[in-house]
């Protein structure tokens, strides 16, 4: 077991993106699955309890070694990391889109009541947004969902892991609260919001940009993919 975990620290740590455990199985096939889920899950283990700079993290399908978040000025000092820098009208696009993928154009304007073409554009661009295809309805318009770059830069698992809303309520609760610690009245506030990939370590490399159709029925399944 100790030269399996070794075997798949090694792959996991050379690995440019999140490496899905299918992908560790066939590089392994005399190994059984349960086995590397069994070492994976005890690497996990190990890096929580030792508290080293960096852990090991299941993300957008797969498992990335990840800094720590405590240790990001460091970091940023050395690498100096350009972060993504999404407005208030790009955020509010992406969340309908990660909520109600897959969606269309025209359905994310009837939510947000503006034309939203440029900002599809720009999250396309930053790679945080794909086309799955073309809905077979009149004008045969783009269908949006979002990528395995938006799981790594929001630091999740798959889409399951989006928080509920009440989650997100009580965070803007908490956003707030640190905004009006951190700026006084006489502070202009940005209409930007940074976002920091906490744990950076790995380029995140654009998908496919493949345009097959997808249904419905295969969300559950599209970023792990």
Not at 45 to 52: A, D, F, L, P, S
Not at 64 to 87: C, D, G, H
């Amino acid at each position: 077991m100790e030269d399996l975990k070794n075997i798949l620290e090694s792959l996991i740590f050379v690995s440019k993106d999140p490496l899905p455990v299918q992908e560790m199985k066939k590089i392994l096939p005399d190994v059984d699955l349960k086995e590397i889920r069994v070492v994976l899950d005890a690497l996990t283990q190990e890096y929580e309890e030792k508290k080293r700079g960096f852990y090991l993290r299941e993300v957008a399908g797969g498992y990335q070694f990840r800094s720590r978040p405590e240790y990001r000025n460091w970091i940023s000092a050395l690498i100096k990391p350009t972060p993504v820098r999404l407005s208030k009208a790009a955020l509010e696009t992406l969340a309908i889109i990660a909520y109600r993928q897959p969606i269309i154009r025209c359905d994310i304007e009837h939510i947000r009541g503006v034309d939203s073409g440029g900002i599809l554009r720009m999250l396309m661009e930053k790679k945080l947004i794909r086309a799955l295809g073309r809905k077979d309805i009149p004008g045969r318009p783009l269908i949006y969902a979002t990528t395995k770059q938006f799981l790594e830069v929001f630091d999740l698992k798959d889409l399951k892991d989006l928080p509920s809303l009440k989650e997100i309520e009580e965070f803007g609760k908490q956003s707030q609260i640190l905004l009006d610690e951190e700026y006084d009245d006489d502070t202009p506030h940005s209409e930007e919001t940074v976002i920091k990939n906490t744990p950076v370590e790995s380029a995140a490399h654009p998908p496919d940009g493949s345009t097959d159709p997808i249904s419905p029925k295969d969300l559950s399944d599209m970023n792990e993919t």
